[in-house]
């Protein structure tokens, strides 16, 4: 069985997803957390972008704009979380971070 370049990108997307999810799942610092996140959307842009490419129809590519528009957008707002977390707690550490709790 032949794979064409899609079935590639399509495979790198998924393992970049799941590398993604396995961050998310077992990491407990704030920063690995967020990254694991921004690869998990790139990931999803990736199999968007082979998916538009194959079917020649633009639509998966408007709809990454709007994804990496929205990814800029939670890139500012979590990495100001983020901030505001360690000023308030001083640690990065999500097991240690419990701000409902005083």
Excluded: C, W
């Amino acid at each position: 069985m032949e794979i064409g370049s899609e079935g590639f990108y399509l495979v790198l997307s998924s393992i970049l997803f799941i590398i993604g999810t396995i961050g998310v799942l077992t990491r407990s610092n704030a920063i690995v957390i967020f990254m694991s996140i921004e690869l998990m959307l790139n990931a999803v842009n990736l199999s968007l972008i082979t998916f538009a490419s194959f079917s020649e129809h633009p639509a998966g590519q408007i709809v990454v704009l709007f994804v990496m528009a929205v990814a800029a957008a939670e890139a500012a707002v979590g990495l100001a979380i983020i901030i505001a977390l360690y000023r308030l707690k001083e640690t990065l550490n999500i097991d240690n971070i419990n701000i409902l709790k005083h």
